[in-house]
Every structure is written in C-alpha cells, then in structure tokens.
C-alpha cells in the first residue's frame, strides 16, 4: 500500500503541512536559503512502476529556492496557501480551487499569477506531504462523472446521514452524480448486478445508449467521462475495478486527445504521475473509435490538424504509448490524416451504435452480450 491510499487524519495533515514552513525555518537558521524539491513533472520524467503497475514519476528532480525571484514567489506562495489549508481544515470549511486563487490577491506578492500556478501549487503539496488534495479540503470546479447502471452506493449527505442510491432505479435520465470526494468516509459501494463498465467520452453518446437501454441489454454500468475526466471520476473507476473485480472499458473518440484520456484513466496522468496508484486503473481496455475503424467501417471524418499531428507525434515519444498496438493506431492516424467522433456511427442509423458497433467490439475482447 502506498503513502497515499493510507488516508491521513486532519491532524496528521496540518503536522504535514507545518512541516514545510519547519523544514524553511530550519534552512534559515543555519543561514542557507530556503529550498523545496520536486520530482521533474514532465513525460520525460515517468517510468512504468512494477510493483504498482502505474507510471510514477522517475527520480530527476528540480529545486526551488529564494535565490531567484521567481523561486522565492513560488515559495512564499507555498506558505499562504498551507497557512489557508490549515485554516479550512481547523474551520470544518472547504474551497474550491478558483476560489483560493482568488482569496490570495489579499496575499501581497504571494498572490497567483495564474488559475494554473494555484491548481499546480496543491499538487505540489501533495506531493511533499504524501497527503491528497481531499485532505486539504480543496475542491474542483468541475463536478464528477454521471453514471447509469445496476450499481448501489452509499452516500453521506452535508447532515451526515448515508443515502443508498441504486445508479438505474433512484436517478434520472442524467445518472447518478458523483462528487468530488468519493473516498469510504463519504462514498460506500454496495451492490452491483453488472459484468463490466464502460467509460464513455462524450455527453452525445453517453445520452444515446442511455436511451438505447444499453445498460440494461449489455448488463453493464455507463459512465460519462466529461471529457478529461475529473480525479474522482479516476478515482471511483478505480474503486469499481478494485472492489467489483469488474473491467473498465474506454469508448471515446478517435483523435489524440482521446487516446490521452485513455492513458489517463489506465496508466497514469503525468500532471498527477504521483498519485497515479490511488487514480488509475490498471487493466483498463481500449475499445475505440480506433484509426483502423475509420476504414473498417468507412467512418465519416474530419482531416488531422496541425495541432493534431504535433500531439500525435508527441504520444510517439511517450512512454504510456510505447507498445506495438498504440504505435500501430497512431501511424495509421497520420497516414490517414483523419480523426472520427463517436457519434460519426450515426452514419448508419442511431441504433447501430448498440445493435453491431459495440457487440463487435466487445466480442473481440471477449465480452459477449
């Protein structure tokens, strides 16, 4: 078990915090400038972790000190927000990230420069105090997936008393919400009656096989990505496959930003490649669209862009991507010069999506319905 999925108290927490205003203090003393090291936060800079299964962070490091401006900026803004965290904590009080980018324009020149710098900085303490940005009582804006399918859970509600919610029977046609901290001290699963779940991209094809009844008829749970999914949305997948022992399969577009929220929920993101053991999922499958669907089913498509192409060639060099199947896909993107939506499967009625597409797909994989 790693430092991060031993879930720490509140006390254990502000002690971890102080620990880096100590860890200055101490420098200081002894007349050397302060100084916090990091692990380099780059792809150049991960490495496939054996015993974890996940790609971590590999041991190249960067240091930040006062002897330049800009260092002792990022410093100075590492102890207002760890003073701010603890306040929350002590206070029973909670932020969202944007929230606390603003509050530090009262912080003189501590203050953010950017949404980017604050939303980095509570990673970085994550990453110096083994602790979770849950732990700091620091909220995205963004909410969760949305899910749909024959699962239970057991929610706390702001007065503290747990509410089981069935994903199919106690919802809408918008699913099941799932919050931004999906730990067991706020989120229990209880039952489930599925034999996989399925991690879907895009609203429009979530809501179309929600209609579809393709939960039902494939006996599965859909949950909606959003796009990049969120860290609770890794997270609960995570969970899901851990403590339901049940696949997690990745329909998303086809197109190189798609194949990165694929290796985000299976590998590992590189922005968060510290905690990748708490938030993917290993073992997580690909289904598509893939490039060799593009011909395969003489998909509509819209030609790669140079942006495109730019990030294609960057997963190349990528060390999530390095094997034979993902080589093979992204070759054939570039040689296409084509990119596919789901939703280009609309080409042949809004039901083949549920009726041929997917149980091709899935028998392949061995998942028949």
């Keep these: 078990m ?32 302060p100084t916090m090291t990091l692990p380099v936060r780059s792809k150049t800079n991960i490495a496939f972790d054996k015993k974890l299964e996940v790609y971590k962070y590999g041991k190249k490091k960067t240091v930040r000190d006062a002897a330049s401006l800009g260092s002792a ?9 760890t003073e701010f965290i603890e306040q929350m904590i002590e206070a029973g009080k909670s932020s969202t990230l944007r929230e606390m980018y603003y509050i530090s324009e009262s912080w003189g020149h501590g203050k953010f420069g950017s949404q980017n710098d604050s939303n980095n900085l ?69 039952t489930e009656d599925v034999d996989f779940i399925m991690a879907i991209e895009t609203g429009g094809m979530f809501d179309r096989l929600v209609e579809n009844g393709f939960d039902e008829d494939a006996r599965c749970a859909l949950i909606h990505l959003k796009g990049q999914p969120a860290r609770s949305t890794r997270r609960i997948m995570r969970r899901m496959s851990e403590e339901w022992k049940k696949p997690i399969i990745v329909f998303a577009d086809c197109d190189p930003w798609s194949f990165r929220i694929f290796a985000s929920i299976a590998y590992g993101a590189i922005k968060t490649a510290h905690i990748s053991e708490y938030l993917a999922t290993k073992g997580a499958h690909y289904l598509g669209i893939t490039a060799d669907d593009i011909l395969a089913y003489d998909l509509p498509s819209d030609d790669l862009t140079k942006q495109d192409l730019n990030a294609l060639d960057a997963e190349l060099t990528d060390p999530r991507f390095n094997s ?31 009726d041929t597409y997917l149980p091709e797909k899935l028998s392949a994989i061995g998942l028949d319905y």
């Excluded at 502000?14 to 100590?22: E, P, Q, T």
């Excluded at 084509?338 to 009625?349: D, R, V």
């Design 2 to 33: 790693s430092d991060y999925t031993k879930r720490k108290s509140k006390e254990e927490v502000i002690v971890s915090l102080k620990g880096i205003a100590l860890e200055m203090h101490k420098k200081m003393e002894r007349g050397n400038p």
């Design 73 to 81: 900026r990022k410093l100075l803004r590492t102890l207002y927000v």
């Design 122 to 190: 509570a990673e970085d303490l994550e990453i110096v105090t083994k602790c979770l940005r849950e732990d700091f009582k620091l909220r995205p804006e963004d909410d969760g997936a949305r899910i749909i399918g024959n699962v239970t859970f057991e929610e706390r509600n702001r007065k503290g008393n747990w509410m089981r919610i069935n994903c199919r029977d106690d919802v809408g046609d918008s699913g099941y919400g799932v919050p931004y901290n999906v730990e067991s001290e706020k989120l229990k699963l209880i």
């Design 324 to 354: 034979g199947w993902w080589k093979e896909q992204i070759n054939l993107m570039k040689e296409l010069g084509k990119k596919a939506e789901q939703q280009s499967l609309a080409k042949y009625g809004l039901d083949f999506v549920t």
